[in-house]
């Protein structure tokens, strides 16, 4: 079955699901509730921008390496989301900025430009995440959902030649649907792993995207209504098409690395 079929399916197959979930218990996720974060994502960019122009009748190849260019180095990237549900229902939508500009050396082509040596990288990519969930077991002690919504993902990266002053830039929006699983176990009392892992293999018209989100935290209430959290986030973003006529990328990046914040409940 492909993505486009899975797709299509999940939402019956839910629905269908809704009579066996169990609902019961004093538990962060019974009945109504909601919840919103302010936290960070430290990481950096890794991975490879690939791209190819046609000079006349020649394909010309270029790699620009996410570590040669300055994009390397872990930063802190602001994040925030809010959480609002009825079990068995949830909804939660969650954003994070990456934007850091970095220096290193690039010698080759990318998108039709010779890059020689000393450049300076200005990247940015923002993701905002919206999804809905429905729980397929819930109790007092966990629960297990199946979801499905939006990644959206706003990716303006520039490569400049500090020498010859030349610059090329990819500024690209990508939404990509996504399904995936969440899960939620109390371990002791105030104390409680959650989970969520998301993605989608998307061909849309000439464009080919991979998307895959993984989050893990481990969240502590101190009181009825401020938690905190730490945990680690990984994800991959794939993507293949044309830029401009003569003009085609494919780009694998990577953000991985710790996560952490504080939030309340209500």
């Known amino acids: 079955m492909n993505s486009k079929s899975l797709l299509r399916l999940l939402p019956f197959v ?3 699901l809704a009579s066996c979930a169990v609902s019961g218990g004093d538990s962060a996720w019974n009945g109504p509730h909601g919840s919103a974060f302010l936290g960070g994502f430290y990481s950096g960019l890794s991975g490879d921008l690939r791209t190819t122009d046609r000079v006349g009748p020649v394909k010309v190849k270029g790699t620009a390496n996410m570590d040669s260019v300055g994009q390397g180095d872990d930063v802190f990237n602001p994040s925030g989301g809010v959480r609002l549900g ?3 229902f949830e909804v939660g939508l969650s954003m994070f900025d990456y934007a850091e500009t970095g220096s290193g050396k690039f010698t080759g082509r990318f998108l039709g430009k010779t890059f020689t040596g000393k450049v300076r990288s200005d990247f940015d990519v923002r993701n905002i995440k919206g999804t809905a969930g429905l729980d397929l077991w819930n109790s007092e002690q966990a629960r297990i959902a199946v979801v499905l919504g ?3 993902l706003d990716m303006d990266l520039l490569v400049q030649d500090l020498g ?3 610059s090329e830039r990819i500024d690209e929006a990508l939404p990509i649907p996504v399904v ?3 899960g939620d176990v109390r371990l002791i009392e105030d104390l409680r792993l959650a989970g969520e892992f998301v993605g989608m293999d ?6 080919n995207a991979t998307f895959f989100d993984l989050e893990l935290a481990l969240l502590y209430q101190f009181s009825a209504n401020v938690e905190a959290f730490v945990g680690y986030r990984d994800l991959t973003i794939d993507f293949a098409g044309p830029l401009a006529k003569n003009q085609t990328v494919d780009a694998n990046l990577g953000l991985s690395g710790p996560i952490f914040g504080v939030g309340l409940r209500f």
């Open 202 to 207: 998307l061909k849309v018209e000439d464009f």
């Open 86 to 88: 009825f079990a068995p």
């Open 180 to 182: 995936g699983v969440r």
């Open 150 to 152: 939006v990644d959206y």
């Open 164 to 166: 010859t002053k030349i």
């Open 14 to 16: 839910a629905v269908s």
